[in-house]
Each structure stands twice: as C-alpha cells, then as structure tokens.
Nanobody
Framework: VQLVESGGGLVQPGGSLRLSCAAS????????MSWYRQAPGKEREYVAY????????NYADSVKGRFTISRDNAKNTVYLQMNSLKPEDTAVYYC???????WGQGTQVTVSS
C-alpha cells in the first residue's frame, strides 16, 4: 500500500492550492479517504473525508466553505482543493486510508506573505 501526496508549497494568504494523493496497492475505488493536517507544535487534526463513490463528504469547521475534497477513481487519486488560504492553514497535509489506518508521507503547505 502506498499513498503519495503532492501539490504543497508556499502560497500567499488568500491564494489557492490543490493537493493530490496518489494511491496504490489496494482497491481505491472501494475505499473512503481522508485528509488530515499537522501544524508545528500541534496535534494532527482532521480536515476532510470522502466516501468511495463521492456521494458523501465531510469537513472540519475550520475549512468548511474554503476546501473541497474530491476523487478520481479512474486515476486512483484523491484531491484537496484549498481556496482562500490563511496563515493558520500552514501545516503538513496527510492523506489517510481510514480502513487500514494507512498514512502518506505528507506534503508541506505554507501560507505566508
């Protein structure tokens, strides 16, 4: 099983980024997926969740209305579109396969002017 995140970087406040998580080694199309993040000195926190068929999504209150989780089962990839970014969104963002508690290595997002 492998989860590989990409798309992180440095962005100014108010900007946007799209994170990707490429999955392999399991039946991705049957797997609900999540995004989490961990800011410096803080515990890892939940960001968003999507069911296997994209029929249900859920978001942390802190990102609701700004972030959108989506997936492409043909590409075995889950995405996190992040808009209206704030400095407090700075963190390492992780992809998670909740069923097996399998994590990716993370991608750094820094929001700063």
């Amino acid at each position: 099983v492998q989860l590989v995140e990409s798309g992180g970087g440095l962005v100014q406040p108010g900007g946007s980024l799209r994170l990707s998580c490429a999955a392999s080694g399991f039946t991705f199309s049957s797997a609900a997926m999540s995004w989490y993040r961990q800011a410096p000195g803080k515990e890892r926190e939940y960001v968003a969740y999507i069911t296997s068929r994209s029929d249900n999504t859920n978001y942390a209150d802190s990102v609701k209305g700004r972030f959108t989780i989506s997936r492409d089962n043909a590409k075995n990839t889950v995405y996190l579109q992040m808009n209206s970014l704030k400095p407090e969104d700075t963190a390492v963002y992780y992809c998670l396969w909740p069923y097996r508690n399998h994590w990716g290595q993370g991608t750094q997002v820094t929001v700063s002017s």
